[in-house]
Nanobody
Framework: QVQLVESGGGLVQAGGSLRLSCAAS????????MGWYRQAPGKQRELVAK???????NYADSVKGRFTISRDNAKNTVYLQMNSLKPEDTAVYYC???????????WGKGTLVTVSS
């Protein structure tokens, strides 16, 4: 069983920055796709950014140019650098590990990001 533990959330003013981290247990991190999702109050969970096992990335249009996803396979950790934060970025951010090939789909418990105006 894989455990994903997010950290780095908090309260920040609009225009500020935060870096989220997600540490994964186990030995399959390097073969899995990793993603960051978020869920704002009253809204559905949505994809923020994703990085494949090969390092390809994709982003939601709303965060392109502001957020950067990266991974460190030696540390079993995925990061989300968030710059120029906006109040609409306020949400619980969840880390996801997935692989269609290996039939895995794990979620972390989430970390709250609050952006004040």
């Amino acid at each position: 069983q894989v455990q994903l533990v997010e950290s780095g959330g908090g309260l920040v003013q609009a225009g500020g920055s935060l870096r989220l981290s997600c540490a994964a247990s186990g030995t399959i991190f390097s073969i899995a796709d990793m993603g960051w999702y978020r869920q704002a109050p009253g809204k559905q969970r949505e994809l923020v950014a994703k990085i494949t096992s090969g390092g390809s990335t994709n982003y939601a249009d709303s965060v392109k140019g502001r957020f950067t996803i990266s991974r460190d396979n030696a540390k079993n950790t995925v990061y989300l650098q968030m710059n120029s934060l906006k109040p609409e970025d306020t949400a619980v951010y969840y880390c996801n590990m997935a692989s269609v090939t290996y039939r895995i789909n794990y979620w972390g418990k989430g970390t709250l990001v609050t952006v004040s105006s």
